[in-house]
């Protein structure tokens, strides 16, 4: 591992984001889209009394266990969501017909670059940071995340992506944290992991980080991003570190991180 030395990223609220608005927007239709798509799926026919016969209940379930599951370090991604709620549906799974449907939402929704991200990646890697994206894919593949971040020129100073769904693990699990870091070639002392949210912190200080440094320039969530995924944390007040704009983040990165 050398000297080699890595920042490692949030993706939501840190290198991405949606308005308020448009962010509940966002996440109400992929509510009804996988609720459609579940509903639309064959009766099972082991299944004589399903649980429940609203299919947006059932979807809402299996995405709150799964949110849960999250803030415990725990993966459950899309495809077993979906599975989940055709359980609960009395339905036979489908979980690809899912995946190519949140696909489609996702490709066609306006997500926006956070002012400085191109900026303050290039410098980094000009610097000779290794750069890693670890991102909690809830609901979400980050297959389809990756092309996304591909195309609108993060993806050209990436080194490693680390998403949950592809893994058994969601931040703050140290694992995840670790993982990121094998693919990178770079040891925990010789890193930093930058974020909005309090699992960032924690599960950076968990792997062994040199730090955890708190983003607090797009933290304008939506009210149901917010309950779900960003609830107020005492870590989110006593963080050491904060940086109020990427462009501050090489500075802080050196500083951290000396050569």
């Known amino acids: 591992m050398g000297g080699s ?13 949606l308005p308020p608005d448009a962010e509940e927007e966002y996440m ?3 509510l009804d889209t996988m609720a459609r798509v579940v509903a639309s799926w064959p009766r099972s026919p082991r299944a004589r009394h399903p649980v429940l016969r609203d299919p947006r209940r059932a979807v809402a379930e299996a995405q709150a266990e799964a949110a849960e599951a999250s803030r415990r370090g725990i993966s459950i991604p899309l495809t077993v969501q979906g599975m989940h709620a055709a359980r609960r549906l009395g339905r036979t799974a489908q979980p690809l017909e899912l995946v190519r449907a949140i ?36 609901g979400e593949p980050g297959e389809a995340l990756q092309r996304h971040l ?3 020129g993060i993806g050209q100073f990436v080194d490693a992506w680390a998403f949950s769904d592809q893994l058994p693990w969601t931040k703050p699990a140290p694992e995840i944290f ?3 870091l094998g693919v990178l ?21 968990a792997a062994g980080l040199r730090a955890g440094v708190l983003f607090t320039g797009a933290q304008n969530y939506g009210a149901r991003y917010r309950q779900v995924f960003a609830p107020p944390a005492p870590e989110l007040e006593t963080a050491e570190y904060r940086i109020p704009a990427l462009s501050e983040l090489p500075g802080l990165a050196r500083q951290l991180l000396p050569p």
């Open 103 to 138: 696909v489609e939402l996702l490709d066609r929704t306006a997500f926006e670059l956070t002012p400085g991200a191109l900026d303050a990646l290039s410098s980094l890697r000009t610097e000779g940071f290794r750069i890693g994206v670890i991102s909690n894919t809830v």
């Open 28 to 30: 109400l239709a992929q």
């Open 5 to 17: 030395r890595a920042v490692l990223l949030d993706l939501w609220h840190t290198l991405e984001f």
């Open 178 to 180: 670790w993982h990121c």
């Open 185 to 205: 070639g770079v040891s925990r002392d010789r890193a930093i992991h930058v974020g909005d949210g309090w699992s960032d912190l924690v599960g950076a200080q």
């Open 150 to 152: 591909e195309r609108v």
